[in-house]
C-alpha cells in the first residue's frame, strides 16, 4: 500500500495537546488505538516499542518533522498517525519538532514499511509542503494536503 | 503471427500486486513460449536514504536489509513454484540497488523485451514526491511495458 493508500484523516491530530516527546508518542499512539478499539495495555505496548525505537536515536529531522516508527507483530495493516504541534516540541533534534508521522508497520512486511517511510521522507524534504503542513487549521486540510 | 517478444520480466517488490503481475507473467510466457525472468530489487537506496535523513539508525538499516533479503528469496520461492505448477521454466534473481535503475540495467543486460510490473499509481496527487517505483519502471525502461491490474481474475485464471 502506497503512502496516500495509508492515510487516513481519523489518524490525524490538529493541534496535538502535548508538550514533551513521550507525550506525543502516547498522544499519537492513543489515536490509532481509539479508531482501532485497542485495548489500553496494547496501546501501552505499541508506544514503548516506539519510544524504545526512539531512545536508540531520535527520528527528528533538520525541518521540524519527526518520523517515529515500530515494526509490530499481529497488526492488520500499516498505519500513519500524522499530528501536528503549535508549539515546537523537543524530541532530539536540534530544534523543536512540530510535525509529526508516527508510521506503525507489520513486521511481515519490510518493503512495504520502508516504501512508506520513503514516501514520508520525500514529502517532507519539500519546504513548500512544510509550510502548507504547518499551517493546517484542520486534519481535513492536512488530508487533503496530499491529494492537491 | 509471429510473438512480438521473446523475453519477459516480471518485476517483484514484496506486494501482492507484484505476484498478480508475475501469474500473468508465467501464463503469457507459457501460452507464447517466452523466456520467463522474474527479479527481486532489494531497495539498498531507500535504506541508505532512510539513514541519512536521520529516520534509521545503522543498527535498523542492517535489521532491514536482512529482512528485505529473507523476503526476496521467500518471494523469489514463491515464483519458482509458481512457475513450475504451470511446467514454466523461470529466471529468478535478487538484486540490490534503487529498483528503477536495476530493472533497466537488467533489461539491457538481458535483451529482455517485455517488462510486467503491478498496478501504477491512481493519479490521486500531483506531488512528485509520492511517485513510486513502478511509475518510475514505467516511464525510463527500455523496452514495452506491460501493467498488470491486480484482480480477483488473474489469480482464477492461474488457478483454473
Known sequence: ?148 | MKVPFRKILAYLDGSEESISALMYSILLAKSTGAELHAVYVVNTKALSELVRAHIFIDQEKREYLEDLKKDSARHLRHAERLASSKDQDIIVKAIEGSPHIVIQDYVKANGIDLLAIGPVNAIRSRRDELTSENDRMLRTVPCQVLVVRDDSGIWEQFEG
Open chain 1, 1 to 148: 500500500m502506497t503512502l496516500l493508500e495509508t492515510l487516513d484523516r481519523d489518524l490525524i491530530k490538529v493541534p496535538l495537546s502535548s508538550a514533551d516527546g513521550s507525550s506525543v508518542i502516547d498522544e499519537l499512539v492513543g489515536l490509532y488505538a481509539a479508531k482501532q478499539g485497542l485495548p489500553q495495555a496494547e496501546a501501552s505496548s505499541i508506544a514503548a516499542a516506539v519510544k524504545a525505537r526512539e531512545a536508540l536515536g531520535s527520528t527528528a529531522m533538520e525541518n521540524g518533522i519527526a518520523i517515529p516508527h515500530a515494526k509490530l507483530h499481529g497488526l492488520a495493516r500499516n498505519a500513519v498517525v500524522i499530528g501536528i504541534s503549535r508549539i515546537p516540541v523537543p524530541f532530539g533534534g536540534k530544534e523543536g519538532t512540530r510535525v509529526f508521522f508516527l508510521v506503525l508497520a507489520r513486521d511481515d512486511s519490510p518493503a512495504e514499511h520502508i516504501q512508506l517511510l520513503s514516501s514520508i521522507a520525500k514529502v517532507a524534504s519539500s519546504q513548500l509542503f512544510v509550510r502548507m503542513l504547518l499551517s493546517s487549521k484542520t486534519p481535513q486540510d492536512v488530508y487533503q494536503l496530499f491529494f492537491e
